[in-house]
Each structure stands twice: as structure tokens, then as C-alpha cells.
């Protein structure tokens, strides 16, 4: 007699085939709405943190999920999930998971489903999606012409200029890089994404914690954003920054860094479930001011300026989770 599969087999099973199906229809509604109109429309109207049936809605189906498995983690859930081989029901949801993205398992659960998916029968095309989610994102960066970094930049040797136009979050005034240059200081630029980027506000908060480490090695640090002085205000009231804050509203300093901006490389199948993980651990993504124009989907970056302005450290993210450690920082020479 076959050996029967237990109840934490079975929960997993159901569990993992409702998220399958809440990002299948996720999918599905955002295809059928990027042929609606405009592809630039689709993307800054339906792509809303606020909006449940907006692909961002996967975040939180991660997070129930990782709940209903009683977990915390992806790698957690992959870990239970590889330990009963025995289930076919599990096998079949897994099948199905990998159908909508590969790339974001680990690799213990990759050698699982290699061995089990010569056994499972494949279902007809009219059961797999149309399009798989990373695949859907990488046609929308390809339609808009967006690319995760500006080629033929030359980070690590190329000064930046001390007269670049800069405003001051706190105060409007217009000021330049010369203002931080020439004090025997190392300048660390942390330049930001999106105002209500949640990993954005954490490694600043990081930042803070280690400020003593910053001091010894005599950086200074200097956020930088692309967004308006109004929601800067915002951020920073919301935030507790306590460093200078400029703005660079014509993204110059971004190009000059080679940042570019990417859909595949923010909402990417593997970052999503990284993303549910906040979620499932009580964090909530911070919402966006309705009157304040933003950009999700630009790349940040962390760069550590000599006294002199040149470039000794360059950190570009190759996506929001993307951030070098206060280690990495300090090893710049």
C-alpha cells in the first residue's frame, strides 16, 4: 500500500495551489490590461501598491501563504516543501509554481522538483499561463525601453562634478557637491528610490544604527533623491532622517552613476516573495502621497566620494533588496 501523505503535506499543497491561482489571475488581469491602452498608462495607473488586483497584490498572497505554512521565509516554505516528496497533490501545485517562475527557488528545492517532474504529467497548454510573470516584465522594460543601468559609465574612476545643481530637502536652497568636498571626510551617497521604497527607509535606518563605524571612518553620510522638496518633507518626517537630504529632480547624478530603471529587476517572481516576507513579519510597505509624482521602478546606489570628489566606491542595486553592508562601505579606500 502507498505510503498516504500527512496533513502538513496536504496543507501545503492547498496552500501553495491558492497562491498559484491568486498570481495566475494577478497575471492574467495585467496582461489583459497592458493591451488596453498605453504601456505607459498601464504601468503608472494599475501597477499601485493600494490596488489589490495590481500585480503588487502577489506580496501580500505571499505573505498568506507563508502564514497559512506557518512560516516566515521563502526559504523556510521551500525547506517544508521539499520534505514531502510523498504528496502528489504537492507535487502538482510545485509544478504548477514553477510553471509561473523558476529562477526564485533555492537550490535544494530545485534538485526536488528536477527529480519530480519527470514523473508529473504535464497538463495541456490551456492549464499553463499565457505569459510567465518575469517574462510579462522583462516585454514591459522592452516596450518602455527601460534597462536596470546606463552603459558605458565609468564609475570607479570618474569624479563627479562638485558644481552638480542640487536642492536642499530641508530648506529649498540650491546647493552643489563643493559643500561636502575639501573637509577631510569620505562622502557616502545613498541615492534613493522611490519615497515609499520600504528597503530604501531600512538601510537607512541601518546606516544610523552603525553611525559610530561611519564617524570612525570619517564618512559622512548624504541621501539622495529625484523626487520633489514636498514629498522629501514627507520622507523625512516619516522617516527620522537625521542626515542632509538633496534632491536631483532631472536625475542627472542618477545617469552620471549609470542608475536606470527596470520593472523585471522591482517586481522579478523571486523579489515579490522577498518582498511578502515583511509583510508576513507585521512590516507594511509604506503608500505613495496620491498628489506626489514618483518613479517605483529606479534603481538606487551607494557611492563613497573621496574629499576630492572622486569615486572610491561604487554600489549599483540591481534591485531594491539590492544593498551593500556598512562593512562593504568601510572597505573603501
Known amino acids: 500500500m502507498a505510503e498516504q501523505p500527512d496533513s502538513t503535506a496536504i496543507s501545503c499543497a492547498k496552500a501553495l495551489s491558492s497562491f498559484v491561482e491568486k498570481g495566475k489571475a494577478l497575471l492574467d488581469l495585467a496582461e489583459k490590461e497592458s493591451r488596453e491602452g498605453s504601456c505607459q498608462e498601464f504601468v503608472r495607473q494599475k501597477i499601485r501598491i493600494e490596488r489589490k488586483q495590481s500585480l503588487l497584490g502577489l506580496i501580500e498572497a505571499g505573505a498568506t501563504l507563508y502564514n497559512s505554512l506557518s512560516v516566515k521565509q521563502k526559504k523556510d516554505a521551500e525547506d517544508l516543501w521539499s520534505k514531502n516528496t510523498n ?62 543601468k546606463i552603459h558605458n559609465v565609468d564609475h570607479q574612476s570618474k569624479c563627479i562634478s562638485p558644481d552638480t545643481p542640487l536642492i536642499d530637502a530641508r530648506t529649498g536652497e540650491t546647493v552643489t557637491l563643493q559643500k561636502y568636498l575639501g573637509r577631510g571626510k569620505k562622502i557616502l551617497l545613498v541615492l534613493i528610490r522611490q519615497f515609499s521604497c520600504l528597503l530604501c527607509r531600512l538601510h537607512v535606518q541601518d546606516l544610523q544604527k552603525n553611525q559610530s563605524s561611519l564617524d570612525a571612518h570619517s564618512v559622512q553620510v548624504v541621501v539622495i533623491s529625484f523626487g520633489c522638496q514636498e514629498g522629501a518633507s514627507h520622507w523625512v518626517e516619516q522617516t527620522g532622517c537625521q542626515y542632509d537630504m538633496l534632491l536631483n529632480p532631472s536625475r542627472k547624478m542618477y545617469s552620471a552613476f549609470g542608475l536606470g530603471a527596470s520593472l523585471q529587476k522591482v517586481l522579478n517572481f523571486g523579489n515579490m516573495l522577498i518582498y ?15 498628489w506626489i509624482q514618483d518613479d517605483m521602478f529606479q534603481l538606487g546606489g551607494n557611492f563613497v566620494l573621496d574629499e576630492h570628489g572622486r569615486v572610491l566606491f561604487s554600489h549599483r542595486c540591481q534591485s531594491p533588496i539590492d544593498r551593500p553592508s556598512v562593512e562593504d562601505i568601510l572597505s573603501a579606500q
Open 87 to 148: 504528496c502528489a497533490a504537492l507535487r502538482e501545485a510545485l509544478q504548477d509554481f514553477k510553471e509561473l517562475e523558476v529562477s526564485s527557488f533555492n537550490t535544494k528545492c530545485k534538485i526536488f522538483l528536477k527529480s519530480i517532474l519527470t514523473t508529473v504529467v504535464l497538463r495541456s497548454a490551456a492549464n499553463v499561463p499565457q505569459v510567465q510573470w518575469d517574462a510579462f516584465l522583462q516585454r514591459l522594460d522592452d516596450e518602455l525601453q527601460l534597462s536596470p
Open 276 to 290: 511578502s516576507e515583511y509583510v508576513a513579519n507585521d512590516m507594511e510597505f509604506p503608500r505613495e502621497l496620491p
